[in-house]
């Protein structure tokens, strides 16, 4: 009877893009509840700290009033579950739909977007999956891409015995991500936390390869979490994450697919309702910041990005300015062309035709967004927008009329293979063509790439993203900064959850504790906070606390808490507990030598009774 209950196809959430905290979680407390039920299970009452113990008294008596409970609560959910089905779109619209308003009034510009890349960034799996077969070497894993009924699938397997570094499993693939211009990703769903799967399909190659920066690795990385930061640039009206996950959205993670008018235009409704009257987004006509704030949304990704207090990037709207959801930093003196961490963005600055131009010059007085320019009208197309500016008769006839591409000398494309997104054509328009050689040396301070100077809490924030990877000088520069922030923003979870961190590192943990519960404080479902904070309460003896903070992080998001819960549970002779935290983890990522490991060893836990 529950197969028919499609809580999580269509899990419950109140009205409008971002549902609360309590509506999520209580989404996921109804889900839990559902599972209960269909394992027969009924649970005595509990608080927080107390262990879950299933009601399993044999009274004759309550065998009817168990059954009733359990019917009754069934179609409770049934009912619930069906209300929500009505309110909420049950598949995500294509930019072809969502768009088909606009095309009354703007025919031929539909018409031509609908070829674009930004229109075609992302949709259903099954509608363009190449079938195909690809074995990866170092791994030894064999994954196969079908198209069965209808629906798209990764098939991926090792030969073998789990035991023995077997691996069998396939997937359903919900979404492409990519117009299948460089190539494309697929997304897939496990119990509503979305991933990307480890193999994307190469259009140059025409084949499927490994995602970049996992060629010569020997698992397979199934754990590729996909947060509404990644989606903001391929889809339109992105969700937000259920408060306290990493990449668990509570229902559609998007409402459309590809980049629709409204991503650039904001807002349409009072502008249809009146007919046009009502003026739409026109970014042309904005101040520069607020006009380059709408390419910069996604075609600006630096090396770190840190949402501003209270704020998501996928929150941003057209008109507004990126800057006030969104602070990002490279390192000083990185490079600018070819390799790196680099974008059209950070690149364009550096022209001299920029420098000449100032404002006037923006991403759309070359690029048109609604149109996709073929690739034989390319040279003349692009030539055209550099005599707008060069229309002296040395450039329009003289300069090298035997090469009329003036991209192919003064916007090289060089090649990019290290990270998705980086930089190929060359936006520093060289007046003298150069190839990027290599990596440079790059310094160890971070600056700020849209604004003059950022604030301590956004740079400190930067730099603690650099301590969590070992970078001694990054650890002390963040704990300067976020000290100084912390007295302008002494409620800010975000902030206070860096601050923790950082002085946990340098072994202040009476400061760290304090800090790390004051984050708490501010934002309950700060799981990064209570990650640390149950580690510093394990360091220090209190293991109930640490096994507490864990425990509901776990069930949250898994891997935030995961490893920390399952070896506390292992020290403490809870081996059923310790199986059960890695088995679900390993529902996510089923290759992790790591947690095969550790599974091996649980017969060798701690013989301590659980607490």
Avoid at 291 to 308: G, K, N, P, T, Y
Avoid at 596 to 607: Q, Y
Wanted: proline share 6%; net charge neutral; hydrophobic share 35%.
């Amino acid at each position: 009877m529950l197969s028919t209950l499609s809580l999580r196809g269509h899990p419950l959430q109140s009205a409008g893009p971002n549902p609360p905290a309590s509506q999520a979680l209580r989404a996921l407390q109804l889900e839990e509840i559902c599972k209960s039920i269909s394992r027969g299970s009924v649970f005595a009452a509990h608080n927080d700290d107390s262990e879950v113990v299933p009601f399993n008294a044999h009274i004759p008596q309550m065998a009817d009033a168990i059954k009733l409970v359990r019917v009754a609560s069934i179609v409770f959910l049934e009912a619930i579950a069906a209300s929500a089905v009505a309110q909420h779109p049950a598949r995500v619209t294509s930019a072809r739909e969502a768009d088909a308003t606009c095309a009354r009034c703007h025919q031929q510009i539909y018409d031509s977007y609908m070829k674009t890349v930004m229109a075609n960034a992302s949709g259903s799996a099954a509608e363009i999956a190449v079938p195909a077969t690809f074995r990866h070497k170092p791994s030894g894993v064999e994954y196969r891409i079908s198209v069965e009924n209808g629906e798209a699938w990764l098939n991926y397997d090792r030969p073998g015995e789990f035991e023995i570094g077997g691996l069998h499993g396939r997937l359903r693939l919900e979404y492409y991500i990519g117009s299948g211009n460089r190539g494309r990703t697929y997304l897939y769903n496990r119990d509503h936390y979305l991933f990307e799967v480890p193999i994307n399909w190469y259009t140059a190659y025409g084949s499927y390869d490994m995602r970049p920066g996992y060629q010569n690795s020997i698992e397979a990385p199934f754990d590729l979490p996909v947060v509404s930061r990644c989606l903001h640039c391929h889809t339109s009206d992105v969700q937000l994450e259920i408060p306290g996950t990493r990449n668990r959205f509570a229902s559609l993670p998007f409402l459309h697919s590809g980049i629709i008018c409204e991503a650039c235009h904001g807002d349409s409704l009072k502008h249809v309702a009146s007919k046009g009257k009502e003026r739409i987004v026109n970014p042309a006509k904005l101040d520069p910041l607020r006009r380059d704030s709408i390419c910069e949304q996604c075609h600006l990704e630096a090396e770190i990005l840190i949402d501003r207090a209270g704020k998501k990037l996928a929150q941003y709207r057209p008109g507004e300015l990126l800057t006030d959801y969104a602070a990002y930093f490279v390192h000083a003196g990185a490079p600018k062309a070819g390799f790196g961490p680099v974008t059209q963005v950070e690149a364009l600055p550096l022209s001299k035709c920029k420098q000449a131009s100032g404002d006037k010059l923006t991403c759309i007085t070359c690029h048109d967004p609604h149109r996709r320019v073929a690739p034989a009208d390319r040279a003349a197309f692009y030539r055209g927008k550099c005599l707008q500016c060069h229309s002296e008769p040395r450039f329009a006839t003289d300069h090298h009329g035997e090469n009329p591409d003036c991209a192919s000398c003064h916007m090289p494309r060089n090649k990019a293979t290290d990270i998705p997104h980086q930089q190929t054509t060359d936006h520093r328009i060289p007046r003298i063509p150069e190839q990027a050689a290599g990596p440079v040396p790059i310094g160890r301070e971070l600056v700020s790439v849209l604004t003059s100077q950022a604030d301590d809490r956004d740079l400190g924030l930067a730099y603690e993203k650099l301590a969590e990877h070992g970078d001694e000088f990054a650890t002390m520069r963040g704990l300067q900064l976020l000290q100084s922030a912390q007295a302008k923003s002494p409620n800010d979870s975000a902030l206070l959850a860096g601050l923790g961190y950082l002085l946990k590192t340098v072994g202040k943990d009476e400061e760290a504790i304090q800090t790390l519960r004051e984050s708490l404080q501010a934002d309950p479902n700060n799981s990064w906070a209570a990650a640390n904070l149950g580690v510093l309460y394990k360091k220090i003896g209190n293991t109930d606390r640490a096994l507490s903070l864990w425990k509901e992080i776990f069930l949250r998001t898994p891997f935030y808490a995961g490893l920390n819960l399952s070896a506390l549970d292992c020290s403490l002779g809870r081996r059923s507990e310790a199986r059960v935290v890695l088995n679900r983890m390993l529902e996510f990522d089923p290759d992790s030598m790591e947690l095969r490991r550790r599974l091996g060893e649980i017969e060798s836990c701690g013989s301590q009774p659980a607490k």
